[in-house]
């Protein structure tokens, strides 16, 4: 019944209590709301705490957060939050309460050893019934909350409070209904991968392409990459996608190469893929029994998820490389990354990013961001391409200030390799026809010299 640890309910024995309560306050006409405190923030601070004052933060949270709860309030802990259930209260009362605990919150907590830590956990309510589905029915409220848990975390990084209102309900059932499909979108053949030209900045001849993948589903219609990636991830279904855009890139491969032998495709992984033991041995497979040299893929990981997860991220960051092939730093500068974690990653090209190509001519901080990104690629020896270039204006001054290759709208958007391997295929033979030219004017100039050398 009883949480040892923290002197209050647990799990069963809260949601117990909070449905026998619940349906007096429906009886009585009475709205009751539900408050979680979620304490992932503590549990995060194992690696550098002792556990003995881990118990001791999350006994001074309880304390806390029953300090600046009305007394009639029922206390329990479930998974990751401390829950509290307040019967009779009145909507105004809301903002007054999580105002308070809010307040509370910014107080920093002082360890036994006298260690100060600060603590700042997320606060998550609902009114009850307020607009659950199923009011009558506390199973399924009970339910529903459960959801909002579960889901709400992935939410904002940044902000400390989230209420239960229709928006927040509209887009939880959204993301709940692209968790249920996308299992099926591969199997369903909703998924397909378009290409973006990367180009050399003088001539804009095509070098390479960037994989992205895209889901159009039946129920949902055209589901935007930033919507179903996270949810791939959160499903478990993030390999499965990325192996079949590796192996979509393949054939893409088999066709484009036969044009241009130079041609690379780039390929975007997530933090699950590189943390797996099992994708790295998958993709090397691939990779192995392709038929291509491994120098034809790039593989690409944001600035963030290198350093966010930087011990993982370099064991299979290494192990990709030590096949041959190539590693791409995406999004740079933006994230927090130190020179001295770059210089260990595994790395060969750096891309701009997008934002600071588009405020180039707004903000001459981002052109002198641009610069030093250029700079620091020469100095590293790894090559560097510009991302989200929209205009000639753009193109221009990245050339003019070294960078030597681009991709965006101004050259191409992502396209379908029906349409991109004629570009490839027309790109070869003009680039055929000034060889042969040259080199017959070569043989007019010096055949002496070329005699010799043939």
């Known amino acids: 019944m009883v949480d040892l640890e923290l002197g209050i309910l647990n799990r069963s024995a809260f949601f117990t209590e909070l449905k026998t309560e619940y349906q007096n306050g429906v009886k009585n006409n009475q709205q009751a709301l539900f408050i979680a405190l979620e304490y992932d923030c503590v549990c995060k601070l194992r690696s550098v705490i002792c556990t003995e004052h881990i118990s001791f933060l999350l006994a001074n949270l309880v304390e806390v957060f029953k300090a600046h709860l009305p007394e009639r309030a029922i206390l329990g802990r479930s998974l990751k939050e401390i829950n509290a259930y307040i019967p009779n209260v009145e909507l105004s009362d809301l903002n007054q309460i999580i105002q308070r605990l809010q307040n509370a919150f910014e107080m920093p907590i002082y360890l036994p050893n006298g260690r100060m830590v600060e603590v700042k956990p997320k606060l998550l309510s609902a009114f009850l019934p307020g607009i659950l589905q199923t009011p009558n029915d506390p199973d399924a409220v009970i339910n529903q909350l459960a959801m909002f848990l579960g889901h709400v975390d992935q939410m904002d990084q940044v902000k400390t409070h989230f209420h239960l209102n229709e928006q927040t309900l509209s887009y939880l059932n959204q993301r709940i209904q692209i968790d249920k499909l996308i299992l099926g979108a591969q199997a369903n053949d909703e998924l397909y991968v378009l290409y973006q030209p990367k180009v050399t900045m003088g001539n804009q001849g095509i070098i390479g392409a960037e994989a992205l993948i895209r889901w159009s589903s039946p129920q949902l219609g055209l589901v935007s990459p930033e919507q179903f990636i996270q949810r791939a991830e959160f499903t478990g ?100 990354s130190s020179l001295s974690w770059l210089s260990k990653l595994p790395l060969d090209t750096l891309k701009i990013d997008r934002t600071f190509v588009s405020n180039m001519f707004n903000s001459n901080a981002d052109v002198q961001i641009i610069k030093a990104v250029i700079a620091l690629a020469k100095a590293c020896e790894l090559n560097v391409i510009a991302e989200g270039i929209e205009t000639e204006e753009q193109a221009e001054v990245l050339e003019s200030l070294g960078c030597e290759q681009g991709q965006g709208f101004y050259f191409e958007r992502p396209i379908h390799p029906v349409k991109l391997l004629p570009l490839i295929q027309a790109q070869s033979h003009q680039n055929a026809k000034y060889k042969a030219k040259a080199q017959r004017a070569s043989r007019r100039l010096w055949p002496n010299i070329l005699n010799k050398m043939n």
Do not use: W
Request: charge should be negative; proline fraction near 1%.
């Open 237 to 336: 279904m993030i390999q499965a996608l990325s192996l079949y855009v590796l192996q979509d890139a393949i054939v893409l491969l088999d066709r484009a190469r036969v044009h241009n032998e130079q041609f690379t495709v780039s390929i975007n992984l997530t933090a699950t893929c590189i943390e797996s033991g099992y994708f790295i041995a998958e993709l090397e497979h691939c990779v192995k029994h392709s038929g291509h040299p491994a120098s034809a893929f790039e593989f690409e990981v944001t600035e963030t998820v290198a350093i966010q997860h930087y011990e993982t991220a370099i064991k299979g960051l290494e192990r990709i490389h030590a096949l041959g092939c190539k590693i791409a730093l995406d999004d740079f500068g933006t994230g927090y």
